[in-house]
Antibody, heavy 119, light 107 residues
Framework: QVLLVQSGAEVKKPGASVKVSCKAS????????MHWVRQAPGQGHEWMGL????????NYAQKFQGRITMSGDRSTSTVFMELTNLRPDDTAVYSC????????????WGDGTLVTVSS | DIHLTQSPASLSASVRDSVTITCRAS??????LAWYQQKPGKAPKLLLY???RLQSGVSSRFSGSGSGTDFTLTISSLQPEDFATYFC?????????FGGGTAVEIK
């Protein structure tokens, strides 16, 4: 079955960086894009961008340009999302979610990784 | 960015009730709208896509309609496992955006 297993919770100080991983299994890793979505406490979901694991191409939401890097490792079927210069309002649950392409919904999501930014 | 307004933000209903949730887009999105169900601490589950297409394995109690800017999710004959939060997503234009969610609670 399709599984997206994410790395564990992180606590970071303002100005630090965080790198969250998402290991995929149960399907052809390079046949699906991987989105990253976050949800801050009490807020709605926010799309951050996506990566095409087949060629490493990315499409980031403008809001995160300059602070976000998505990458992939085909040998381990893992994608990564790194966010730099963290602020307290970056505190959220970060989730990976696969999609057949950008203009398509996500049929499987990871369980999410809580990132807490606090001094 | 396309803004999605969901209503109501929460509702209370009983088992076997039928409920309807609406999602309004700030501009035309064709039928590029999905609905998800999420339970506390769990990953979202895709219910419907292209506004009305039922995802494989999802109960036929869930149905969707709409196009353009106005969309609805209807859950007929609510079951205990249906009490959750529901949210919409548009994938017509980047950045993809989401509605604020509707919590369906037991009356």
């Amino acid at each position: 079955q399709v599984l997206l297993v994410q790395s564990g919770a992180e606590v970071k100080k303002p100005g630090a960086s965080v790198k969250v991983s998402c290991k995929a299994s149960g399907y052809s890793f390079t046949s699906y894009f991987m989105h990253w979505v976050r949800q801050a406490p009490g807020q709605g979901h926010e799309w951050m961008g996506l990566i095409n694991p087949s060629d490493g191409s990315t499409n980031y939401a403008q809001k995160f340009q300059g602070r976000i890097t998505m990458s992939g490792d085909r040998s381990t079927s893992t994608v990564f999302m790194e966010l730099t210069n963290l602020r307290p309002d970056d505190t959220a649950v970060y989730s990976c979610a696969r999609g057949i392409r950008l203009a398509h919904p996500s049929d499987y999501w990871g369980d999410g990784t809580l990132v807490t930014v606090s001094s | 960015d396309i803004h999605l307004t969901q209503s109501p933000a929460s509702l209370s209903a009983s088992v076997r009730d039928s409920v309807t949730i609406t999602c309004r887009a700030s501009q035309v999105i064709g039928n590029s709208l999905a609905w998800y169900q999420q339970k506390p601490g769990k990953a979202p589950k895709l219910l419907l896509y292209f506004a009305s297409r039922l995802q494989s394995g999802v109960s036929s109690r869930f149905s969707g309609s709409g196009s353009g800017t106005d969309f609805t999710l209807t859950i007929s004959s609510l079951q205990p496992e249906d009490f959750a939060t529901y949210f919409c997503q548009q994938y017509y234009l980047s950045p993809l955006t989401f509605g604020g969610g509707t919590a369906v609670e037991i009356k």
